[in-house]
């Protein structure tokens, strides 16, 4: 996905944020080889800083891919039960190899739609980190926050949607992508009421929302 800042800045920043660990080095080749989105350097440091700060025990995450999130994750918090969420199957299999090749096999993988499997859920979680289909967001969201721990954090990724949510031209006419367009920016709108959330929208990449319960 085509990110919403400028191209040098980007490019700066990724600079900055580059890993030198071996296993993030890997995955990244890996993600690129097989043609599957991952967070970018910049977000994945923000991830990071967020762990760093909140040093959850629990937490979940919809939209495994090839488990590089889940793994960023895991060697930042080495004691959170982490469980991760994948619908397609293809995904799942390259996140299980991943997570066997380089022993974070404690990352419990579920494979099945991610709204499905969180309705199914009443296990309680400090932080959620949602990275799946975006026109989901809202009811991923509804069912994060009912799974929340007090006090929880619900991370979103790509939330701005290449800047589509705040170009006028584009949701008042008809355009295959005009559907999520609208159901993210509704999403936006839920997550922003401040009577009920503290929620900050960066815009990094294509836009992460951070949104702290009360």
Not at 27 to 46: D, G, S, Y
Not at 109 to 129: A, H, P, Q, R, S
């Amino acid at each position: 996905m085509n990110s919403i800042v400028n191209e040098h800045l980007q490019d700066y920043l990724r600079q900055l944020s580059k890993s030198n660990d071996e296993t993030i080095l890997e995955l990244e080749i890996f993600a690129k080889e097989n043609h599957i989105p991952i967070v970018e350097p910049e977000v994945r440091q923000l991830l990071k800083i967020i762990l760093l700060m909140e040093q959850p025990k629990s937490i979940l995450e919809i939209g495994t891919a090839i488990g590089y999130s889940s793994i960023i994750m895991k060697k930042t918090c080495p004691d959170a039960k982490i469980i991760t969420v994948e619908n397609y199957e293809k995904n799942a299999n390259f996140a299980r190899e991943n997570f066997k090749k380089y022993g974070y096999d404690d990352i419990q993988l579920v494979f099945g739609d991610g709204y499905e499997v969180m309705k199914n859920m009443d296990t309680k979680f400090d932080l959620i980190f949602i990275d799946a289909a975006k026109g989901q967001y809202i009811k991923y969201f509804e069912e994060a926050v009912r799974l929340a721990n007090k006090n929880s954090v619900i991370v979103c990724d790509n939330v701005l949607f290449r800047g589509m949510v705040c170009e006028k031209e584009f949701y008042e006419h008809r355009h295959r992508k005009i559907t999520i367009v609208k159901r993210l920016r509704e999403f936006l709108e839920i997550i922003s009421d401040s009577s009920k959330y503290d929620t900050t929208i960066i815009p990094i990449d294509d836009g992460m929302s951070i949104t702290k319960l009360k």
